[in-house]
């Protein structure tokens, strides 16, 4: 149980464009869902918290116009990085909870690159 | 504030070897405790979780942690190493409501199995 589905797994682009990431949870309703990101050979920074129905909670030093956080269901949230450039690739991973104090699944991360 | 130490950036051992993995964290109120496992490019997968219940708690895969209040730890073993445990392992803290359940990840230990 408590399985988090992220897509793309993998995403490759050209400097400029917008990217949209989906997270999932599939097997249970997740009333919160968080976006973190990981540098290589770096632990994970919680980049967004994200309730649903509401405005998502941005980490001090996160643009929220850069990366745009949507969470309109119980089971979905997407991250769309805008006019990504290199310095946005990196690993981005979402997890989800399903009520106050119940542990974070997480996905399986989406590996960025930008050209 | 809630933080947390991994002693160990890099941890080798041999297949069948007992694993020892450090942890101590700071936390200003009573906290819960997480070891998380991650694979190359993979999410990540909760191997156990302290809730202030028992002081010794074992998860999933054979691992255990045992949580000291007085020494401010939480250490990861695991009496016989697996080649599939080579992985990045993560200790995380949450100081539960006061931070708004967040998780601080510990800056992660790298296992290396040797066969």
């Known amino acids: 149980g408590a399985v988090v589905s992220q897509h793309p797994s993998r995403v490759i682009c050209k400097s400029g464009t917008s990217v949209k990431i989906e997270c999932r949870s599939l097997d249970f309703q997740a009333t919160t869902m968080f976006w973190y990101r990981q540098f290589p050979k770096k632990s994970l920074m919680l980049m967004a918290t994200s309730n649903e129905g509401s405005k998502a909670t941005y980490e001090q030093g996160v643009e929220k116009d850069k990366f745009l956080i949507n969470h309109a269901s119980l089971t979905l949230s997407t991250l769309t990085v805008t006019s990504a450039h290199p310095e946005d690739s990196s690993f981005y991973i979402c997890?989800?909870?399903?009520?106050?104090?119940?542990?974070?699944?997480f996905g399986d991360g989406t590996r960025l690159s930008i050209l | 504030a809630q933080s947390v130490t991994q002693l160990d950036s890099h941890v080798s051992v041999s297949e069948g070897t007992p694993v020892l993995l450090r942890c101590n964290y700071s936390?200003?109120?009573?906290?819960?405790l997480f070891w998380y496992v991650q694979h190359p490019n993979k999410g990540l997968q909760l191997l156990l979780k302290?809730?202030?219940?028992?002081?010794l708690v074992k998860g999933i895969n054979g691992f255990e942690a045992e949580f000291k209040k007085s020494e401010t730890s939480f250490h990861l073993t695991k009496p016989s190493a697996h080649m599939s445990d080579a992985a990045e392992y993560f200790c995380?803290?949450?100081?539960?409501?006061?931070?708004?359940?967040?998780?601080?990840f510990g800056g992660g230990t790298r296992v290396l199995v040797k066969p």
């Open positions: 995380v803290v949450s100081d539960g409501e006061a931070a708004g359940n967040k998780l601080t």
């Open positions: 997890s989800a909870r399903s009520s106050f104090g119940q542990p974070q699944h």
């Open positions: 302290y809730t202030s219940a028992a002081t």
């Open positions: 936390s200003s109120y009573s906290p819960s």
